[in-house]
Each structure stands twice: as structure tokens, then as C-alpha cells.
T-cell receptor, first 117, second 113 residues
């Protein structure tokens, strides 16, 4: 079946602009995650949704970052007033599990590479 | 804070050899483990998951888990040039309440033809 999709794949923004990144998870997956990956590092957690509920946003680096998943499917990560330090790859992942057991495989989308100039 | 550590490499092995990738983590309570492969410019791809002590085999891949030693490894038999990638170890700690995976920085594997 179809995997996780993300758009756009590449985004160049001038400092101060707002951006919106979209994630379409695997159909039926209740859990959705946003991660940020810097060059040479592993992905770092930003926020987590279970269906439409945002249960954990502790990884969001500032209040300029906002995420939503209003209907429990597609999610959008919005970054306001972008800064150069926001340049990174933003990865979305989804899982059929709610993480209440050890069985918690997460599948990643292709990512959005954001460059802030 | 719970942590996951990996040697950044590069680990260089000749084609046909066994590649051994290692990962250590900081706590022994209620966790499960995942290995992801990430090609340059691509996103992580799940290749193995392991939840219990011992070995788990899937084709040319074997994951080994030793919770007492806080150690998980990935063996790749008959390594191929197409296995050249960064391998990310990820841990899920069920007891923290955080549903996200914690990743190491990855080990870069180079398989020489």
C-alpha cells in the first residue's frame, strides 16, 4: 500500500517567512510524529498526535512551531517567522500502534528539506 | 535523559564480509529497539525490530539484544555495496510516557567492492 507522503519535498524560505509542511500518513495509522533531522544526526522528536489529539509537543523548539491534525489523518507543521537555525529535514512518521506496548514500529515519509536563507 | 549511543564510523568492510554495527543505551527498563537504514539524502527505512533478549534473524540481517548489558547490535551477512548507508539505532522507552523513538546519531557503513 501507499506509504507516508510529505510535501513539499524541498522548501526555500527567506528568513522571517512562514512555512507549512504537510504529512499524509499511512491509512489507518493512529499515531503520527514529526521529527527534525540535522545533517549527520539522528532524527529528533518534535511532536506526537494520537488521532486528532496532540498528546506531546515537548520537542517543539519554540512557540514559532505549531502542528495540527484536525481530522486525525493529514497533519501540518507550521513554522512562523523562520530563522536560519530552522534549516533541517523535517520528517513525518506514522504507526498503527498507540505505543502502549512494545510493538511500536514507525514508518517515515520522504521528508521535507527546509532551507532558510 | 535517556540516551542512545553509536559509533559514527565510517565502518568499512569488504564485499561479502559480515558488518557488525553496535548501539548502547542508557537504561534497562521497558524498552524496544529498532534499526533503520538511511541512504544519503533519503529518509530512514525500518529494517529490524527486536523486543526480547537474544537474536532475531531476517534474511541477511540479524539483530542481537542484551538488556543486561544495555547493548543492541545489527549484523549484516554477505555485505553488498548496496548496503552502504547510515544505520540508525532507535529505542522506545515504554515507561517514560513519551511515545517517540530516541535515535542515535547513526553509524556510516561503507562496503568496498
Amino acid at each position: 500500500g501507499a506509504g507516508v507522503s510529505q510535501s513539499p519535498r524541498y522548501k526555500v524560505a527567506k528568513r522571517g517567512q512562514d512555512v507549512a509542511l504537510r504529512c499524509d500518513p499511512i491509512s489507518g495509522h493512529v499515531s503520527l510524529f514529526w521529527y527534525q533531522q540535522a545533517l549527520g544526526q539522528g532524527p529528533e522528536f518534535l511532536t506526537y498526535f494520537q488521532n486528532e489529539a496532540q498528546l506531546d509537543k515537548s520537542g517543539l523548539p519554540s512557540d514559532r512551531f505549531f502542528a495540527e491534525r484536525p481530522e486525525g489523518s493529514v497533519s501540518t507543521l507550521k513554522i512562523q517567522r523562520t530563522q536560519q537555525e530552522d534549516s533541517a529535514v523535517y520528517l513525518c512518521a506514522s504507526s498503527y500502534s498507540q505505543g502502549l506496548t512494545d510493538l511500536y514500529e514507525q514508518y517515515f515519509g520522504p521528508g521535507t528539506r527546509l532551507t532558510v536563507t | 535523559q535517556k540516551e542512545v549511543e553509536q559509533n559514527s564510523g565510517p565502518l568499512s568492510v569488504p564485499e561479502g564480509a559480515i558488518a557488525s554495527l553496535n548501539c548502547t543505551y542508557s537504561d534497562r527498563v521497558s524498552q524496544s529497539f529498532f534499526w533503520y537504514r538511511q541512504y544519503s539524502g533519503k529518509s530512514p527505512e525500518l529494517i529490524m525490530s527486536i523486543y526480547s533478549n537474544g537474536d532475531k534473524e531476517d534474511g541477511r540481517f540479524t539483530a542481537q539484544l542484551n538488556k543486561a548489558s544495555q547493548y543492541v547490535s545489527l549484523l549484516i551477512r554477505d555485505s553488498q555495496p548496496s548496503d552502504s548507508a547510515t544505520y540508525l539505532c532507535a529505542v522506545y522507552w515504554l515507561d517514560t510516557g513519551r511515545r517517540a523513538l530516541t535515535f542515535g546519531s547513526g553509524t556510516r557503513l561503507q562496503v568496498q567492492p
